[in-house]
C-alpha cells in the first residue's frame, strides 16, 4: 500500500512522538488491567491481551528513551494504536453484550480476533527495531510477537461451536416445544447450555434477555433485520427455558393499549384467531395472525401492513406493542424478514396470497413432524443482502428525483438502514447514495438536513466511505451545517462526522487545514449540549494529535472553554477535557495559555485525588508538563498548596503504572525546586 508521508516528516526525518506514546500505553494498559473475562472467545481474548501487554512494555520503554523516531516507526505506531483501539472496542462488545448472541456469532468475533492479529503483524512489519534504542530482549520479544503473528491462524473454540449447534437445534425444534416426550430433554439440554456460558439464577436470565432486547432495539430497522427475527426468537426461548427450569409459569402481562389493539383488529378483521403453529416471530402482533406485508414503524417494531395502517389510520399515534408515541408514521418494508416469511410458506406449502387456513397448517405441521428443520445460514444472509441493496437502490433514486418531502423520508431511511451493519453502509454507497446526501446537507428543510448529516455519519464508520465522503467535496458543507446548522442535533452530528473521517491521518491534516473547522469545533464546545461538547473534544483530540493543528486549536480559544468544562459536573466531560489539554502542551502556545490559568492547578490536585482513573493520568501529565522547562512558577504554585503533596504521594503509591511513573517524577521535580528555593 503506497503511503505518502507528510511533508513534515520527510523534511525533518525525526520526530518526537509524545502524544502518540502517551495515547498508546493508557489504551494498552486499559486492555491489559482487563480482569473480568466474557464467558465465550476466552482463548482469543487472553492471547490478544498478552500480545498488548507486550506492546505496552514496548511502547513505555520507547517513551522512556525520550529518543527521536524514525518516520516508519511513527506510522506503526499510529497503526498499533488503530489495531489496539479495535481489539478494545472487540473485548468491550464481548463482554457488554449477550453471551447468547456472541456464541451464534462464534465464528465471525472469532475471525474479527484473527483479523486484528494480522493486522498487529503488518504494523510490526515496518517497525525498525535496529534504529530503536531499546533493549536487547524488548527487540527479541517483539520480533517473536511479529512472527508469530504473521503466521497465526484462526482459532474457533470447538466447545463453543459445539454449544452453538445445539442451540440451533433447539431453535429449529422450537415450535415443537408443545410435545411432552421431548419437552423435558429439551429443557436439560437449554439449560446445559444456558450454564455453559454462565446463566444460571433468575437474575441472570433477565440480564441476558435485557441484553437481548438491546441487541434487538440495535438492529431493528437498520439494515440488521435479518436478524431481529432470530433474537427475538432466542428471547422468547431463553423466556420459556427460565420458566421450566425454575418450575413457575410466568405469564407475560400484555400492555391496555396491545388488548385494545388487538380487540380492535378482531372487530376490523375477518382473519382467523386460532393459534396455528405459527412461528411467533412471523405473527403481527396484533392480528396473531401470519403477516403477509411486514412493515417497520418508527419505534422499530414490525406490523403487517394492513393491520398497523389501519391503526393509525383510525387516528392512534403510539406503538401498538411498546405505548411509545410514533415521532412519525412512515411503515418501512421489512424485506429481509419479508423474504423469510415466504421461504417458511414456500417450505411448507402455504400460500402466501391467500389466508393460512386451520387445514393447510395442520397439514404443514404434520408435514414438519416428518422431517428435522434446518437453519439455512446462507441463504438467509444473501436475501438479507439482496434486500439491502434493492431499498438502497430505490432509496437513492428517491433522492435524486423526488419532492423534498420524498427526500426527506428517503434519507430517514438511508440514515436508519446505515446505523449498522459494515454490509449495509458499503452497499448504500455502491448505490451511489453519498454525492446526494452531500447535496441535501445544504437544505433548508431542518429534517433534511439533519437525516442527511447523520446518515453520512453512520456510513462514515466504514473506512472506504470515509475516502467517498471526502472525494465528494463534503467537508465544506458538513462544516456548514457544524456552524449553523438548523438543528443541535445536526451540529452534533456533524461534529462526530468530523471525528469519523479524521480518524485518516491525512484528512487530520485536510480538515485541520480548512479555516473554519476548528473554529466551529470550538464553538460548539462552548455553546452546544453535554453530547455535542463531548463530540467537539473527541474531534478536537483527534485532530490535535498532529502539531500543526495544535496551535490552531489556542488560536481558536479553546484552552478556557476547556478549563470551564473541569469545573462544569453537569458536563460531565471531564476526562474528555483533560485530554484534549494534555495534548496541547505540546505546542508553544498551548504551554504558554495553559501557565497563564490561576485556577488549573487547583483544579488538578483535587482530580489526583477524586478523578477517574484516566482523569488522574492526564492530571498527573499536565502537572509535569507544566513544572518542566522554565515552570518554577507552578512549581512553587503546587509547593504552596497543602494538598498536593499528599495527592501526589497516594498517586504513586496507588495509581496506574503511568500515574505512578509521573507522579514519582513530579514528586523528584518539586524535590529539587524546594532544595534550590
Sequence with gaps: MDMTLPSLMVSSGFLPVGPLLESLIHISNEVALIEKF????????????RRVKLLSS??????ETNAPLPPSSILCLTELFSVIRRVKMLIDGCKEGSALWNLMQTDLISNQYHVTVKEMGSALDILPLSLLKITTDTKEQVELLRKQAKRVELFVEPREI?????LFLMMAGYNDRNKKNTGLTDVNKMKQILISIGVRSPLDFEEEISKLEAEAEKQAGTGGLIVVSNIKNLMSLISLSK???FSREEKEKIPEYLKQASNWQHDHSSSSQSSFNIPDEYRCPISLDLM???????????YDRNSIAQWINTGHHTCPKSGQRLIHMALIPNYALKSLIHQWCEEN????????SPSDLDQSSSKRDL???AVDHISATKTASDAVKMTAEFLVGKLATGSPDIQRQAAYELRLLAKTGMENRRMIAEAGAIPFLVTLLGSNESRIQGNAVTALLNLSIFDNNKILIMSAGSLDSIIHVLQSGKTMEARENAAATIFSLSMVDDYKVIIGAHPKAIPALVELLGDGTTAGKRDAATALFNLAVYNVNKASVVVSGAIPLLIDLLMDDKAGITDDALAVLALLLGCSEGLEQIRKSRVLVPLLIDLLRYGSPKGKENSITLLLGLCKDSGEEVARRLLMNPRSIPSLQSLAADGSLKARRKADALLRLLNRCCFQS
Design 243 to 245: 420458566s421450566m427450569i
Design 38 to 49: 466474557p464467558v465465550v472467545q476466552v482463548k482469543n481474548l487472553s492471547m490478544m491481551i
Design 349 to 356: 406449502n402455504i400460500t402466501i396470497a391467500e389466508s393460512a
Design 58 to 63: 514496548l511502547f513505555q520503554e520507547i517513551q
Design 292 to 302: 403477509r406485508d411486514p412493515v417497520i414503524v418508527a419505534s422499530g417494531h414490525t
Design 162 to 166: 459445539q454449544r452453538r449447534e445445539e
Design 371 to 373: 422431517q428435522e428443520k
